[in-house]
């Protein structure tokens, strides 16, 4: 770190017990870069998750599984976004896999989002893999 050699941290990797929303924040606020994998979405219930979408933050709107797109969204206090498929999932062969909601599905895009989703593609590209860490230092 810093103390033992004087120079500065600007980026980290760690695992994905580092990856979640919160210490994501907490080293982006330090102008730090983490490289560690985002946490495995859990199900509830063997539904859909988060990730299972296709997230748009620039253009507003969320796809799911079926192709179908939620650009209807409501904002809360904090700026998290809840996206509303409604009437949309009546009629969809997909819903039993989705939503028990009768109003259909939501989606909640909260301000780490934006991190998660560059995380994903990151590690999902593989380059994680394939750099050469070794660092020289003079």
């Given at each position: 770190?810093?103390?033992?050699?004087?120079l500065?941290?600007?980026?980290?990797?760690?695992?994905?017990?580092y990856?979640?929303?919160?210490?994501?924040?907490?080293?982006?606020?330090?102008?730090?870069?983490?490289?560690?994998?985002?946490?495995?979405?859990?199900?509830?219930?063997?539904?859909?998750v988060?990730?299972?979408f296709?997230i748009?933050l620039d253009?507003?709107?969320?796809?799911?599984?079926?192709?179908?797109?939620?650009?209807?969204?409501?904002?809360?206090?904090?700026g998290?976004?809840?996206?509303?498929?409604?009437?949309?999932?009546?009629?969809?062969?997909?819903?039993?896999?989705?939503?028990?909601?009768q109003?259909g599905?939501?989606?909640s895009?909260?301000?780490?989002?934006?991190?998660?989703?560059?995380?994903?593609?990151?590690?999902?590209?593989?380059?994680?893999?394939?750099t050469?860490?070794?660092?020289?230092?003079?």
């Amino acid at each position: 770190g810093e103390g033992g050699t004087g120079l500065p941290v600007i980026q980290t990797s760690a695992d994905c017990a580092y990856g979640g929303g919160p210490t994501r924040a907490e080293f982006a606020e330090a102008g730090r870069e983490l490289l560690a994998k985002v946490p495995k979405e859990v199900s509830r219930n063997g539904l859909f998750v988060k990730s299972d979408f296709d997230i748009d933050l620039d253009q507003d709107r969320v796809t799911c599984p079926a192709g179908k797109t939620a650009t209807t969204f409501a904002t809360s206090p904090t700026g998290a976004k809840t996206f509303t498929f409604g009437a949309s999932c009546a009629d969809c062969p997909l819903r039993s896999a989705c939503t028990t909601s009768q109003s259909g599905r939501s989606v909640s895009v909260r301000g780490h989002t934006r991190r998660h989703l560059k995380a994903r593609r990151v590690f999902d590209s593989g380059w994680w893999w394939n750099t050469d860490w070794r660092v020289w230092v003079s």
